[in-house]
Structures are given as structure tokens and as C-alpha cells.
């Protein structure tokens, strides 16, 4: 298949035709569906790859045999994306968020991946055990500001921070942002910061209409007894 679309039988919709996606975007979601079965179905790769958790590719020799043929390119930058997040993959805690597998499993009808602010406002946003909304945002910042080096060692806690939640970030997008870090580490990190804030104050405006109508409904049942 080439790059760039996606038939509509795989994305699920009725109607014929191809959803247009972004060409690194639609092979890293091909990447990650095909990593996400690997993981599933041979613990023996899961474990090689697991293998290569916050390495540079060059440390992580039992993963070439599963991710070198999936390479779209040979520049450094791109490889370390592609072993990091086959490793990630692979090092997962096994608690899938609601909806993320069929995120993960198959590229989505979406042409655009969400960010790794998208995944820390979902984790924050889960009700009882959510991650604290300051935790997320010193772990977010502390990510904008690295190198590509510290990006990638840094990357593994966030993750598992995530994980911990049970939310996992849009591995496909994670791809395509750590491909393009060393030169678009500024407005990539102003995305996920952005992207955080505006997700976390939607779901303060739904909590409040949520408890506005809870208060409604609530004096409606007071007044119905009262004249009862």
C-alpha cells in the first residue's frame, strides 16, 4: 500500500473511497498495527523488543530483525523513533484504556494522530484513580525542553506514567513527533502543551454541565415530592 491513504475497508467505513493521510503519519499507524500483533501473538518478539526500552538503536540488536524492514528511511532521527516506540510497545503494562485498541489495532478514520497532551489530559481526566493534573503538567514540560537524547530518555517514564493510568498515547503520532524532533522540538512540544490545556478545560466545562444538571434534576425531584 502506498503511503499516504488508507482503503476504506481497513478503516471500517460503508462508503467507498480512501481516507488521506499525511504519508509518515499512515506508515507509522501501519508500523504500529503491525507492531501491536507481533506483541500479541509471539512473546518471543515481544521480549526482543522490550529489549530495547530508552536504547539507542545500536544498543538494541535483537530488534532489528523485527523493526530494520519497516525503516521508511535510513537517517538517524527516524530510526530512533521507530525502536523506541516498537520498544514501548513491547514494555506496555497489559491495561488497554477504553478505545485504544482499536486506535492502536488499525489506522482510524482520522486523517491527524493525537498528541502525547491529548494522552496526559485522558489520564488526568479518569475519574477515582486520574493522574494528578500537576504531575502531568511538570512531566510535559520536562519533555519540550529535551534533546533528542533526553527526549528519548525520558520518553520511558512518561509512558509508564501513562500506562499506570491505563491511557496510552497515540503511538503513531509519537512516531511521526520524535521523527521531526530535532527540528521541530518547539512547536511540537507547543502542541502537546496546548493540546493538554484545551482538552483539560473541555472536560472541566463537561463536569460543570454535568453537575448543573445533576443539581437540576435534583431540585425537580424535591419540588415533585414537595407537591406530591
Not at 511538570?138 to 525542553?145: E, K, P, V
Not at 520511558?156 to 527540528?183: E, F, G, H, I, M
Request: with cysteine; net charge positive.
Amino acid at each position: 500500500m502506498s503511503e499516504g491513504t488508507i482503503p476504506a475497508q481497513q478503516t471500517g467505513e460503508e462508503e467507498p473511497g480512501e481516507v488521506r493521510v499525511p504519508g509518515r503519519l499512515a506508515h507509522a499507524r501501519e508500523f504500529v498495527a503491525a507492531m501491536l500483533q507481533l506483541c500479541a501473538q509471539d512473546r518471543g518478539a515481544r521480549a526482543a523488543l522490550r529489549t530495547g526500552v530508552g536504547k539507542h538503536p545500536d544498543e538494541a540488536r535483537r530488534m532489528h530483525r523485527y523493526v530494520a524492514v519497516w525503516l521508511p528511511s535510513l537517517d538517524e532521527d527516524t530510526q530512533r523513533a521507530y525502536y523506541a516506540v516498537a520498544a514501548l510497545i513491547a514494555a506496555r503494562r497489559d491495561t488497554e484504556a477504553p478505545g485504544q485498541e482499536g486506535k492502536a489495532g488499525r489506522p482510524p478514520v482520522s486523517r491527524f494522530g493525537e498528541s502525547l497532551g491529548v494522552a496526559f489530559a485522558a489520564a488526568v481526566a479518569r475519574p477515582r484513580d486520574g493522574l494528578r493534573e500537576s504531575s502531568a503538567e511538570m512531566r510535559l514540560n520536562l519533555l519540550t525542553r529535551q534533546s533528542v537524547a533526553g527526549i528519548h530518555r525520558h520518553l520511558p517514564a512518561a509512558v509508564w506514567q501513562l500506562c499506570d493510568k491505563q491511557t496510552q498515547p497515540d503511538w503513531a503520532q509519537l512516531v511521526v513527533d520524535l521523527r521531526s524532533w530535532r527540528d521541530q522540538r518547539g512547536r511540537t512540544g507547543r502542541r502537546w502543551l496546548q493540546d493538554f490545556y484545551r482538552a483539560r478545560r473541555q472536560a472541566e466545562l463537561a463536569a460543570a454541565k454535568d453537575a448543573a444538571e445533576g443539581a437540576d434534576a435534583a431540585d425537580a425531584d424535591q419540588a415533585a415530592a414537595a407537591v406530591s
